[in-house]
């Protein structure tokens, strides 16, 4: 029998198949690809395409290590779990089609990979996973505040002192009332923010305690040593961490340090990795970026690593030790030695959406000169040929559209209008509101869901728009933890943290009208249960009838029927009632003694945290869809139309401000003033400012990053980028529906004028 030829397939010339992938690159894009090795620093403006760039030439560099038998792994580095698929599934289509097979790189998030190292060498890292486990948010807030009362009783005086903070008069129930402030807020928040500040940054207990004994004791014009405060507290949180045997994230970075500390142990990881490929390289902070470089090193003095970064996207240092200072410095660095490259050209925008981005960066950087918010780096629209489709598209309704009516409700009138409009004529196309606030968000929701119930003309879901409130899912996780709340309080109501934190709960959910709840809390027996001759305000009356209902509850239902009432009481949409039911399904499964047992440990281990999935843009970016979100969750994402309403100078910029609760320890937050000395330090700026200089360093620094998110959002717009401020809204968005006058943020004020003056009169420009 002749048996069939069967062709083979035809070898990939894969220098062909190289070059033409390296063709669709751009200008600013083609050093990654034609790296060979060293330090290269890559500056990438919103919209240029620096994941894919990154992605290609993690591509290119893997097959040729491939060809030449190279030992060790490329390392690609980025900031979240869903970044790590979406890069490793455009490394590998790239590798497939170059004929590669898809070995010889890894992806990890950066606390990914110390994680890897740490725990290959508990010997030298200190962490154990089988002896120590990782710290949930629910734990970590119990280990602040037992750190809290810890520290109370080691420090005394400290803590006397600031109990007498300023004007006081040595009455009980004001001292009483300060206490509480201090025990449930300013110190858990102060603990929490300074430890987190000084660890990420490689500080140690034992490094502010040698600051504190060194510093000029008389610098600290209000009279709190914050530093010995924070040092203080960080001993304690140690000491108690590692009696309960957990360990945070900070711990994580500072594990694999140790470990990269021995010479064996250092030359068999560095052995593993011919290269690092770092995204996001602006999040993040000086002891993460110290461990690429030592793992980076290998052999040669110079370490081959790509960091590619947006300094003017950094949107997380007010929360988090990231601060985009450390990228620009990298980026200085670089440019000294001609291994820095600028990504500037942008197809994801129309042309007026870019200059107005460009605008707000001069504009800021003009009247906030120290400290200068942006890197000066412009966005470019792309030349004529790109590869990338529909490249620099065109604009609708003049591409920057600055609306001011009288009310919110007006705004959310236009934006229903508008996105009916252009939805009709292109039902492909994307749409998004993009807020400051998680609160704003809601109201957005339920208005444009319910549009007669608030006087709108306007129903998108009757023309078969879909409108997707991206923080459904977080609140969705967020069941547990208030059910945790309310039962905690019925469990122990004499307890004022537990009232403290029900009441606010309440509140957040206007059930109830805002009040000094700590000055409630302090007395718990006489809020609950006052005499005959008490009297209560009208603010006060219905918090004490919705707590004493609920702790009728508890003696009158059922145990297993508490989550669901629960659930009732704080009106749930359908979704969270949802979620509630299978919180209670769940628990009934449980060996735990009582619900609250049951309760504690479901949330210790975060069961109900949603899982994120790998396309953001399946989710969020639907064709047909209004999608609502806050700024900061809407970095990387891109509509067609995107609508910026309430912006308002109390919202953007804003300003750090410190709770009336909080007064008496003057005009100053401790929190912030604490991280702004720590950052000194750090940054090595010489003397380190006292608490008003540093409150002062810390509001500029929050208007900086206000605006940066601003810049975010607005290159976030594809062809309509509509910004918008009422002349009323709320004051407080937790009751959106008291309005009154409201000033616009003085960015949109400038943006107004200048789109009047220049691009209207001269579309050329």
């Not at 903070?165 to 603990?191: I, N």
């Not at 793992?295 to 590619?308: D, E, F, K, M, S």
Request: proline share 7%; hydrophobic share 40%; aromatic share 8%.
């Amino acid at each position: 029998m002749t048996s069939l030829p069967f062709a083979s397939p035809s070898p990939i010339d894969i220098d062909a198949v190289a070059a033409q992938i390296r063709s669709q690159l751009r200008e600013g894009q083609r050093p990654m690809a034609d790296w060979q090795g060293g330090t290269l620093a890559v500056s990438a403006v919103p919209g240029s395409g620096k994941s894919t760039g990154m992605a290609i030439a993690a591509a290119l560099a893997v097959a040729q290590a491939v060809r030449e038998n190279r030992p060790g792994q490329l390392v690609l580095v980025t900031f979240t779990r869903s970044a790590v698929a979406n890069l490793k599934a455009k490394v590998r289509t790239y590798l497939e089609q170059l004929g590669v097979p898809s070995v010889g790189f890894v992806v990890y998030t950066l606390h990914g990979l110390a994680y890897a190292i740490a725990t290959r060498h508990p010997e030298l890292s200190g962490l154990d996973p089988s002896n120590a486990r990782l710290s949930s948010p629910g734990q970590n807030h119990y280990l602040v505040r037992n750190t809290v009362e810890r520290w109370i009783v080691n420090s005394p005086q400290l803590y006397e002192r600031l109990v007498e903070g300023q004007h006081f008069d040595g009455e009980e129930t004001e001292r009483l009332r300060r206490q509480s402030v201090l025990r449930t807020d300013v110190l858990p928040r102060l603990a929490q923010v300074a430890i987190h500040e000084a660890k990420s940054s490689g500080l140690l207990p034992s490094d502010l305690w040698r600051i504190v004994a060194t510093a000029d004791s008389e610098r600290d014009s209000p009279g709190y040593d914050l530093l010995a405060i924070t040092a203080g507290l960080y001993d304690c949180y140690q000491q108690l961490r590692r009696t309960q045997q957990l360990f945070d994230y900070d711990d994580i970075i500072l594990a694999a340090l140790r470990v990269l500390q021995n010479e064996s142990a250092r030359d068999l990881w560095q052995s593993q990795v011919h290269g690092i490929f770092e995204d996001e390289a602006q999040d993040s902070s000086p002891l993460q970026a110290a461990l690429l470089d030592i793992l980076a090193r290998g052999t040669g003095p110079t370490p081959n690593l790509i960091r590619v970064g947006d300094p003017n996207q950094a949107i997380n240092s007010t929360f988090t030790p990231a601060d985009p200072l450390f990228f620009r410095q990298f980026c200085e660095q670089c440019a000294a030695k001609g291994s820095l490259t600028e990504m500037t050209q942008a197809g994801r925008s129309a042309v007026e959406i870019i200059k107005a981005a460009n605008f707000l960066v001069d504009w800021t950087n003009r009247n906030y000169p120290i400290d200068l918010p942006f890197r000066t780096q412009y966005l470019q629209p792309v030349p004529e040929g790109d590869p990338q489709p529909d490249a620099n598209p065109t604009a609708v309704l003049g591409g920057l559209d600055v609306y001011r009516p009288e009310t919110i409700y007006d705004s959310l009138e236009r934006i229903a209008a508008v996105v009916q409009q252009q939805f009709s004529q292109n039902p492909s196309w994307r749409a998004a509101v993009l807020v400051r606030e998680n609160r704003q968000a809601s109201f957005v929701a339920q208005v444009l869901r319910h549009p007669q119930a608030y006087g709108l003309s306007t129903n998108l879901e009757s023309h078969g728009i879909t409108i997707y409130d991206a923080g459904d899912r977080q609140r969705q996780s967020a069941v547990p933890r208030e059910m945790l709340t309310l039962l905690r309080f019925l469990e122990r109501p004499h307890s004022p943290d537990y009232l403290k934190a029900a009441l606010t709960l309440l509140s957040d959910h206007r059930l109830i009208p805002a009040a000094p709840f700590d000055q409630l809390a302090a007395v718990p027996e006489q809020f609950l249960y006052p005499t005959s001759l008490a009297t209560a305000s009208a603010s006060i009356s219905p918090a004490q009838r919705y707590c004493r209902s609920l702790l009728r509850a508890r003696l009158e239902l059922p145990t297993y029927q508490l989550i669901s009432f629960l659930a009732l009481a704080l009106r749930y949409a359908p979704s969270d009632l949802a979620t509630a039911d299978k919180l209670a399904s769940r628990l009934a499964q449980t060996d735990a003694r009582t619900l609250l047992e049951g309760l504690e440990s479901l949330a210790a281990e975060e069961r109900f945290e949603p899982v994120e999935v790998d396309d953001l843009d399946a989710l969020y970016c639907r064709p047909h869809q209004l999608t609502i979100m806050t700024m900061h969750r809407s970095k990387g994402l891109d509509w067609d139309l995107v609508f910026l309403p309430f912006l308002h100078a109390k919202t953007l910029p804003g300003q750090i401000w410190v709770p009336a609760q909080a007064r008496f320890l003057g005009q100053i937050n401790l929190a912030e003033a604490t991280r702004a000395q720590l950052r000194a330090i750090v940054h090595q700026q010489g003397e380190i400012p006292d608490p008003v200089q540093a409150w002062k360093t810390a509001e500029a620094l929050k208007i900086s990053e206000e605006y940066r998110l601003l810049y975010v959002a607005m290159t976030r717009a594809r062809r309509l980028l509509w910004l918008s401020a009422a002349l009323k809204a709320p004051f407080n968005w937790k009751r959106p529906d008291t309005l009154e006058p409201q000033a616009p943020c003085p960015a949109l004020l400038a943006l107004e004028r200048w789109f009047s003056d220049t691009v209207k009169s001269n579309p050329m420009i």
